[in-house]
Nanobody, 118 residues
Framework: VQLQASGGGLVQAGGSLSLSCVAS????????MAWFRQAPGKERDFVAG????????YYAHSVEGRFTISRDNAKNTVYLQMNSLKPEDTAVYYC????????????WGQGTLVTVSS
């Protein structure tokens, strides 16, 4: 499966952005999906995840209550709605996919840059 992330940009603190991740080459129904992010000089961190059927979602503590992950399997797309953005949310955001029976995210998108100004 190939993943294409988009929607990044520059936003002021307190603002909102919505990221999208479109899959091609295979239906998304086979995969759990997640968003990760990597800030300059830091390791890549988990942000949010959603299981293949969409009924369960998971969030990093730092974004819980502000970010919402969702998916539309019919459109082969996963979303990340980001509200109340903070400068510390600045990072390159990556979408990733794993088979529901696997613990490893084997497929990654190219990343989209989110910059939050103070």
């Amino acid at each position: 499966v190939q993943l294409q992330a988009s929607g990044g940009g520059l936003v002021q603190a307190g603002g909102s952005l919505s990221l999208s991740c479109v899959a091609s080459g295979h239906t998304l129904e086979s995969y759990d999906m997640a968003w990760f992010r990597q800030a300059p000089g830091k390791e890549r961190d988990f942000v949010a995840g959603i299981v293949w059927h969409g009924s369960n979602t998971y969030y990093a503590h730092s974004v819980e209550g502000r970010f919402t992950i969702s998916r539309d399997n019919a459109k082969n797309t996963v979303y990340l709605q980001m509200n109340s953005l903070k400068p510390e949310d600045t990072a390159v955001y990556y979408c990733a996919a794993r088979y529901s029976w696997s613990s490893e995210y084997a497929y990654w998108g190219q990343g989209t840059l989110v910059t939050v100004s103070s």
